[in-house]
């Protein structure tokens, strides 16, 4: 795909989220709403456009490229794991679990597969979900010992029964087994996965407009999280994917899912935790805002 193109269909995300922006200021959108939109994104749209994406004929070349972005993903956030300690400790407590949370996940499920969809296809998809896997086990396990201070037993259980999980189970099933769906089957979750880039989009548009402008911009934490997270992370793997022989394909989507911003979890769990929850809105939604620049950026690189 041309430049041209590429920008085009950022442009595109980015008209919808200013549709978000608008909803949210006329109170069309309002907390309860944004919650529902979640929830029925992650449980219903999500899910269905992940099995749509598995609805190839078996090709071994697709499930090689599907085994490199997974030991991709699990470096992903393994690295930023461990590198997080030494980045952040100059940070207080509660701020620091904040920036390695950050650094560790990106927004690869709200804003990854919109944009792979609109760039790679369902091919894009498809690779996108088999990234989640990693996302979902260190979130459950990484992600609630860095805010809980200990293991969860039940965390586990928690990333194995998650919907967008399960669906990547039920789509590699019909991928290696080359089972096509009946069609009325097929258009129906087809329909109802195709909502998911504007719910995921309108859902961001809406975070932006809490964004307290006044405040938007302040602390070197701020910008210096954003940076690892849009900049440092994505061309260190960039440089270092480079070294190893894979197609394409798997490096511009491995590096452009690690591109995304801070994941919308990050709000979550430091109110469910007790950390500082007003930094983690502001750097979710000025990641997400500065992401507009830095997506295209990427993109043009890899």
């Known amino acids: 795909m041309t430049d041209a193109p590429i920008v085009e269909q950022v442009m595109i995300l980015v008209l919808i989220m200013a549709v978000g922006v608008y909803a949210r200021k006329r109170f069309m959108i309002t907390d309860?709403?944004?919650?529902?939109?979640?929830e029925l994104l992650l449980q219903v749209t999500l899910?269905?456009?992940?099995?749509?994406?598995?609805?190839?004929?078996?090709?071994?070349?697709?499930?090689?490229?599907?085994g490199i972005i997974l030991l991709v993903a699990f470096a992903a956030h393994g690295g930023p794991a461990v590198l997080g300690t030494v980045l952040f400790r100059r940070y207080p407590a509660r701020t620091r679990k904040v920036l390695q949370f950050v650094a560790v996940f990106s927004n690869c499920g709200f804003m990854g597969f919109p944009v792979l969809d609109s760039i790679f296809g369902r091919v894009g998809v498809f690779y996108g979900s088999v990234y989640m896997i990693a996302f979902h086990v260190f979130l459950w396990t990484f992600g609630v010992v860095l805010?809980?201070?200990?293991?969860?037993?039940?965390a586990l259980r928690k990333a194995a029964l998650n919907p967008g999980i399960l669906a990547v189970v039920v789509g590699l099933i019909l991928f290696g087994l080359s089972i096509r769906l009946p069609y009325p089957l097929y258009q129906a979750l087809d329909m109802v996965g195709s909502m998911t880039t504007p719910i995921a989009m309108l859902i961001v548009g809406s975070i932006l407009a809490d964004v307290d402008i006044r405040r938007a911009f302040q602390g070197s934490a701020l910008y210096y999280g954003t940076a690892i997270r849009l900049l440092i992370l994505p061309l260190l793997f960039l440089v270092l994917l480079r070294l190893i022989p894979m197609p394409a394909m798997v490096l511009q989507i491995s590096v452009l899912l690690i591109a995304m911003p801070a994941a919308a979890n990050t709000a979550i769990f430091t109110e469910a935790y007790?950390?500082?929850?007003?930094?983690?809105?502001?750097?979710?939604a000025f990641s997400t805002l500065v992401s507009i620049l830095t997506i295209p950026a990427v993109l043009w690189l890899i």
Do not use: C, H, N
């Open 32 to 38: 309860e709403t944004r919650q529902r939109l979640s």
């Open 47 to 66: 899910p269905a456009m992940v099995v749509i994406s598995f609805q190839f004929e078996y090709d071994p070349a697709m499930l090689a490229g599907a």
């Open 147 to 154: 805010f809980q201070g200990k293991r969860d037993p039940q």
């Open 274 to 284: 007790g950390a500082d929850t007003v930094f983690a809105s502001r750097i979710v």
